[in-house]
């Protein structure tokens, strides 16, 4: 299968969980501007699960408060009191209400913390549509890997939630264990998400053509990241050598592709499949 190219990339692997919660954490704790510490190793913060495009802005207050203000940087609370017992049902599986939930506070959450400096407020029913859309892409895709045999051992889950930290910036796969408990995430839930995660992404690299990145593309992206930075009025001195950022840029491009080809089989697979969406 030939991976298609987007402007805007839907996170649907089965990390959305993980990611979002580890992303709030880091926002919470006043994540650092370095470009060589984003936790997508892409030199950006990562991007908003809902539609692969959002920002962190570091230190952001709602406009009204002073710097440093702790209550400018409180997580706001979203309003889940209209979102059904059943969410979604996948060729009979119930996505439940509580399964919505703690994807959904963590991206909206995320979500209104990098939106505090315009002042503005997340749209909640566009993403709650967009969460309610990505769970089913993820079950789907789980199911899909299920049905090919796919699971995860132990040291998979292990491996995993090593690579998680390493793309998040902590160290270690017991540190993201730590860090997502603070969220409210059982240890069991971390692992299980994990397995999930390493059965789709093994998947997804089964059924699409995942091409390793050229070090021309490589490069294309390093200096497009250096020209953002003088854009955005930083020195191009504080963006690593293209050496250093080299293996994080190959996995960003690889997430890339992993993302684009999630999609496209989630589609076929929703294709083939009954899907009931309640939200």
């Keep these: ?20 919660a580890l992303g709030l954490t880091a926002a919470c704790s006043g994540g650092q501007d370095d470009p060589s510490q984003a936790s997508d190793g892409g030199g950006q913060a990562a991007p908003a699960a809902s539609d692969g495009g959002g920002q962190a802005a570091p230190g952001a207050s709602d406009g009204g408060g002073a710097a440093g203000d702790p209550q400018a940087q409180q997580p706001q609370e979203a309003d889940v009191s209209d979102v059904p017992e059943v969410v979604a049902t996948v ?29 503005q407020a997340p749209d909640e029913e566009q993403l709650k549509t967009q969460v309610a859309e990505q769970l089913v892409d993820n079950e ?45 995430i059982s240890a069991e839930q971390v692992r299980q998400d994990a397995a ?19 070090d021309e593309e490589l490069k294309a992206q390093y200096d497009a990241m250096v020209e953002q930075q003088s854009a955005a009025g930083g020195s191009a001195e504080e963006v690593p ?18 993302n684009e080809a999630a999609t496209e089989i989630a589609g076929k697979l929703r ?3 009954d899907v009931t969406i309640n939200v």
Excluded at 2 to 18: F, G, I, N
Excluded at 91 to 119: H, L, P, R, W
Excluded at 152 to 167: C, F, G, N, V, Y
Excluded at 241 to 258: I, N, R, V
């Design 1 to 20: 299968m030939k991976v298609r190219s987007t402007s805007a990339l839907r996170r649907t692997l089965a990390a959305l969980t993980l990611t979002a």
């Design 91 to 119: 060729n009979g599986t119930e996505i439940t209400k509580d399964d919505f939930v703690q994807t959904y506070q963590s991206q909206y959450q995320q979500m209104a913390m990098q939106q505090q400096a315009g002042g």
């Design 140 to 184: 789907l895709l789980r199911q899909g890997a299920e049905d090919a045999g796919i699971k995860a051992s132990d040291k998979d889950i292990d491996t995993t939630l090593d690579e998680i930290a390493k793309q998040s910036g902590l160290g270690s796969g017991d540190e993201v264990v730590s860090a997502l408990e603070q969220q409210g």
């Design 196 to 214: 999930s995660q390493f059965a789709i992404t093994t998947y997804i690299e089964q059924e699409a053509d995942i091409a390793e990145p050229s």
């Design 241 to 258: 050598s293209f050496e250093e950022m080299k293996d994080q840029l190959a996995q960003q491009a690889t997430m890339q592709q992993q």
């Design 271 to 273: 294709e083939s499949g």
